[in-house]
């Protein structure tokens, strides 16, 4: 069961310590993540560089922070810092959140997610259903970054990734599903206009990171990340004429989110 309480104990957490979340992510999301984490009150960095991963994963340890690997936008010199900062936040028991973007799109974004998610078990993994599917079944097809297969069928594979990665599965969609292989959590909030804002999976996964900064259980921390991510969405999608609007105002819901919008829209 997801607690509109304890939700909000997680927003009032991040709002006062102001977590530290280092985004390894892709060009495309880096503004809209990092807006999206300084409105509901954590403090984003965008490292890349394999030169400094290690440094800013140790502030990031330092400071009650986490981990965030998207894989959207591959190079062999990212691929190598996600690597190193993978390991690094393993070693400093610093929360892993891992997006495989486009897992069964390409051969090269299906080999990188196995490759690093078999060196470090993650300590969230997020992404639609075509993503999830995908690191367990070679013929699944992901269109794009988008996902050709309804969350509701992912359970199954939801629950298999967790228990093959040993971590917590989060799969985005019309409902989102949260596992751990045994516990099963289920999110319906949202809006379908969502779906028409690039990046907005990507700032789920790095809003999961600032609460699995705040809240020393995953399966948790996954659940109200999403709830949150939801509840903004349609909070913003009530005010906006469109999908340009809606970015606009979901940062603002982000950033006066109360415990009442909580209670009532939770679903």
């Given amino acids: 069961m997801i607690d509109a309480k304890k939700i909000w104990q997680d927003v009032q957490a991040i709002r006062k310590k102001a977590p530290l979340v280092h985004n390894i992510t892709n060009y495309v ?3 809209t993540t990092a807006n999206a984490l300084l409105c509901i009150g954590a403090s984003p960095v965008m490292a890349h560089a394999l030169e400094e991963v290690e440094e800013m994963v140790g502030m990031a340890a330092a400071l009650g922070g986490a981990l965030v690997i998207n894989i959207g936008t591959l190079s ?3 691929i190598e810092s996600m ?3 993978m390991r690094a936040a393993q070693k400093r028991s610093v929360p892993i959140v891992f997006d495989p973007v486009g897992a069964g799109a390409t ?3 299906t080999q990188v997610c ?3 998610l078999g060196e470090v078990s993650p300590t969230i993994l997020r992404g639609n259903a075509s993503e999830i599917m995908a690191l367990l079944d070679a013929t699944v097809q992901t269109r794009g970054v988008d996902s050709s297969r309804a969350s509701s069928r992912a359970k199954e594979a939801a629950a298999t990734a967790a228990t093959l990665y040993r971590c917590v599965v989060c799969v985005s969609g019309e409902e ?8 099963v959590r289920t999110v319906r909030n949202g809006h379908a206009m969502m779906s ?8 789920a996964t790095a809003l999961i990171g600032a609460f699995a900064a705040v809240n020393a259980h995953p399966l948790d921390a996954a659940a ?3 709830a949150v991510m939801g509840i903004a969405g349609e909070i913003a999608a009530a005010k906006a004429q469109g999908p340009g609007t809606l970015q606009l105002h979901f940062y603002d819901a982000l950033y006066r989110l109360s415990a009442q919008d909580i209670e009532k829209r939770l679903r």
């Fill in 224 to 226: 109200h990340g999403m």
């Fill in 114 to 116: 196995h490759q690093l």
């Fill in 196 to 203: 028409r804002v690039t990046g907005l999976g990507c700032t």
């Fill in 83 to 85: 690597a190193v900062a």
């Fill in 29 to 31: 999301v880096m503004n």
């Fill in 76 to 78: 062999q010199k990212w």
């Fill in 107 to 109: 051969t090269l974004r």
């Fill in 176 to 183: 989102d599903i949260i596992t751990d292989g045994k516990t």
